[in-house]
């Protein structure tokens, strides 16, 4: 994985799985339960709280993915900011058009807005730890990997006012929009926190 190759492991989606040893990755709790599609309808009964893949990577597919990376300033504006880069790499991408865009900019968004607000958290003011986006295409999923030098467990909460909070709805939002979503620890301090999204089949492959 071009984040941290180190640390790049793979995992396959389906029935429990027993995870090889490896001294930085904690065991695989299987596939988490079905959730609600939080941006669809925030509404809809409570939140469910689910772990994402603890300590792997999502699937390669075979191939060089086209990649994308953007390092960001550990400020308020990054979650502005990632998102316009998103966009724009979308819009390169050609993939501008369908809820599928707009699911992965708003994860981008909530993964930087996590960021700023865990991963920096026990950081001295000022410190120069920035916050990375890394966008992964590949002809059928795409993948959002944001990086930052906390050591915490990404753990989604369902509390009210952090849910709706303008700081970023957290990890219950990723998970209501993604296909999959995980977090892996760097060889080099810190984590990854990534969301997959699977892509439609192009127009010609579908007629074919």
Not at 18 to 30: F, L, S, V, W, Y
Not at 178 to 193: C, E, F, N, R, Y
């Amino acid at each position: 994985m071009i984040v941290d190759l180190a640390d790049a492991a793979t995992h396959a989606r389906g029935p429990r799985r027993t995870a090889p040893e490896h001294p930085h990755r904690q065991p695989d709790p299987g596939p988490a339960p079905a959730r609600p599609d939080a941006r669809r309808d925030p509404g809809a009964g409570a939140p469910t709280v689910a772990s994402g893949l603890r300590g792997f990577w999502p699937v390669p597919h075979t191939g060089t993915p086209r990649t994308a990376r953007r390092v960001l300033r550990a400020d308020p504006t990054c979650a502005r900011e990632a998102r316009g880069f998103t966009t724009a790499t979308l819009a390169d991408w050609g993939l501008t058009t369908g809820e599928r865009a707009d699911d992965v900019v708003l994860a981008v968004s909530e993964l930087v807005s996590n960021a700023l607000r865990h991963g920096m958290r026990d950081l001295s003011p000022g410190s120069a730890h920035p916050v990375q986006l890394v966008l992964l295409g590949h002809p059928r999923r795409l993948v959002a990997v944001v990086t930052d030098p906390g050591e915490d467990t990404p753990e989604p909460t369902a509390h009210g006012a952090e849910w709706f909070g303008e700081d970023g709805r957290g990890l219950l939002v990723v998970a209501g929009v993604s296909d999959a979503w995980g977090w892996a620890p760097l060889s080099t301090g810190g984590k990854a926190v990534w969301a997959s999204f699977d892509l439609p089949r192009p127009h010609t492959e579908t007629a074919a």
